[in-house]
């Protein structure tokens, strides 16, 4: 969900699918019951290990946008490049719109549509773009803050104080005790961000059983806690924002930036997927509606992971199919418009 560029990394590009993924797997947790009904037997195990992974999918997309743009410098081309985003986000909000009158029935008058698209709401996920917008206003000055730094050293002491600022108060306090000031939690995508720019720095490697040990006793952990402890009650989602999302994003990320593919089928697949990320995440929530609606047949007596499957792939599909027609359109469109003009 960040602005393209001309190059394109396969590895990166794997991670925006993951991403994308991760963003509607995750959802199925929030429309269903699954943190409400008892929890216990290795389905809900594996299903609830996967949520915490999942639930990095916005940290994920924060990362490869320090990791693109941390070079990025204060021009009139840098803004021009934000143009496709938000673009691509008032077209899907008018989509979304006629698809909430015409199919949930949702009577608004013009002007509290056009407030929904304002406040980012006519797409229950559009706080992303609202989100992403700050972030791309101050990059081109946090770019300068970060080279400013010089050193290897002072730039994980920048790291550092964001995650003690951002990552670790909501991780050590509790409801009644309060360790570390929680003010400055709302500051993650910059941690994010400074995540990104380290790894385009200075291209950490570490070795692969290593990183897939550490994501699997990461993710296990919760569900594990809750089985032994919690005795099988509602299981909670975990932060992605505190500090063990912090792990499993950094980690998930380094395991993949790298990685090469060289099977041509398989890479142009992974490259329209990564092309179309941003228009799945935004029209996701459409197919949304239709699937949870269509498919709670498959969600019966906790038979969780049959729902998932089918509701998941429905809406990961049906949202690549939207997202890559919306880019074919536009693409024969700009191919019309630069025809007209050669001939004018």
Avoid at 68 to 75: A, E, G, M, T
Avoid at 88 to 105: G, P, R
Avoid at 161 to 174: C, E, Q
Wanted: hydrophobic share 55%; net charge positive.
């Amino acid at each position: 969900m960040t602005p393209l560029v001309t190059t394109r990394c396969i590895g990166l590009d794997l991670i925006r699918v993951f991403a994308v993924f991760f963003v509607i797997a995750g959802h199925f947790f929030i429309n269903t019951d699954f943190g409400k009904d008892s929890f216990g037997g290795w389905e809900m195990i594996l299903l609830a290990a996967g949520r915490r992974l999942f639930s990095v999918s916005v940290p994920l997309f924060l990362i490869i946008t320090g990791y693109l743009n941390i070079n990025k410098k204060l021009s009139r081309k840098y803004y021009y490049g934000g143009i496709r985003v938000i673009v691509s986000y008032v077209l899907i909000s008018l989509i979304t719109i006629l698809f909430l009158i015409y199919y949930k029935h949702e009577d608004l008058t013009v002007g509290q549509w056009i407030l929904k698209i304002t406040d980012f709401s006519a797409i229950s996920y559009g706080w992303y773009i609202e989100m992403w917008i700050g972030l791309f206003l101050l990059i081109p000055f946090l770019n300068v803050m970060w080279h400013s730094l010089e050193t290897q050293r002072n730039r994980i002491v920048l790291i550092g104080t964001l995650l003690l600022l951002s990552a670790l108060p909501s991780f050590v306090n509790r409801p009644s005790i309060q360790l570390l000031p929680d003010f400055w939690t709302f500051m993650y995508p910059v941690l994010f961000f400074y995540i990104g720019a380290y790894i385009r720095q200075y291209q950490p490697v570490i070795k692969s059983h290593l990183i897939l040990m550490a994501l699997v006793f990461l993710c296990m952990a919760n569900p594990l806690i809750n089985i032994f402890l919690n005795k099988g009650g509602g299981i909670s989602p975990g932060n992605p924002f505190a500090i063990i999302g912090v792990l499993i994003s950094a980690l998930f990320f380094i395991g993949f930036y790298r990685i090469q593919i060289y099977n041509k089928a398989i890479r142009s697949i992974i490259e329209k997927v990564a092309i179309c990320s941003l228009d799945m995440y935004l029209v996701s929530y459409m197919f949304d509606i239709i699937c949870y609606k269509k498919f709670q047949c498959y969600i019966v007596n906790g038979d969780y992971l049959s729902g998932f499957a089918a509701i998941v792939s429905c809406v990961f599909l049906c949202s690549f199919a939207f997202a890559w027609f919306k880019d074919f359109i536009f693409k024969k469109f700009r191919s019309f418009i630069g025809h007209c003009a050669l001939f004018n």
